[in-house]
């Protein structure tokens, strides 16, 4: 079984700063990629950065030069920078992964962190 729990959400001022972390635990033999979507009411889940395994990224381009996505391998997790937000960066936050065990790779989800841009 694997859980993905994340942290680091809240309420901050347009141009302030958040990170968010994810970190998986559970039955993991390796972590292909993790990535971080996000979804607004009555909106599709939208993906705002992925990182592989080997430090690949890549970016929605609405958080391109703002939002950075690391990873700490070691303690499975992944973390993303989130500098000069503005209010459409409003959304719960979801963390992903690609989990490989001992049969196969899965995709799970973390349980969300609100994220809330306002003056």
């Known amino acids: 079984q694997v859980q993905l729990v994340e942290s680091g959400g809240g309420l901050v001022h347009p141009g302030g700063s958040l990170r968010l972390s994810c970190t998986a635990s559970?039955?993991?033999?390796?972590?292909?990629?993790m990535d971080w979507y996000r979804q607004t009411p009555g909106k599709q889940r939208e993906l705002v950065a992925r990182?592989?395994?080997?430090?690949?990224?890549n970016f929605a381009d609405a958080v391109k030069g703002r939002f950075t996505i690391f990873s700490d391998n070691a303690k499975n997790t992944v973390y993303l920078q989130m500098n000069s937000l503005k209010p459409e960066d409003t959304a719960v936050y979801y963390c992903?992964?690609?989990?490989?065990?001992?049969?196969?790779?899965?995709?799970?989800w973390g349980q969300g962190t609100q994220v809330t841009v306002s003056s």
């Open positions: 992903g992964a690609d989990i490989r065990d001992a049969d196969a790779i899965k995709h799970y």
């Open positions: 559970g039955s993991i033999f390796s972590i292909p990629a």
């Open positions: 990182i592989t395994g080997d430090g690949v990224t």
